[in-house]
């Protein structure tokens, strides 16, 4: 027995068997986990959805109007909320609204919201696939 063995104990060693079998149980878990990987990258039911804020136009004290992109696969509608801020960054106007579906990628949209007091920035909230 060597000073370290006798020090720290000696390990078991793994039969073939035992071995084998580690293997097995990890080439399952990579086959499992890429499998999964590739099943998310090219799952075709998924469509990407994109929105972007072009700007808005303060209308009156209690209207705003809001201009935004969407980018959606042609042929999807898509439904949106749109919100108006105060100078609090408050809440003080929302507007959701169902979008048609477009023959073109991005399409500009633009969107009167009714407020409760002035606003001062609009933009999209979020969007949807109904």
Known sequence: MTHLEARYGRTRAWSRRERALGIVAGLAVLVTATLWVWSLGTDLSRTTLQTRDLGFEIVDDSTIE?????????????????EALNSAYTIVGWRETDLPASERRTETHVLEVRTTERPTTGLVSECWLP
Do not use: K
């Not at 992109?69 to 439904?79: F, I, Q």
């Open 66 to 82: 809001v201009v935004f992109e969407v980018t959606v696969e042609p042929g999807t509608p898509v439904s949106c909320a749109v």
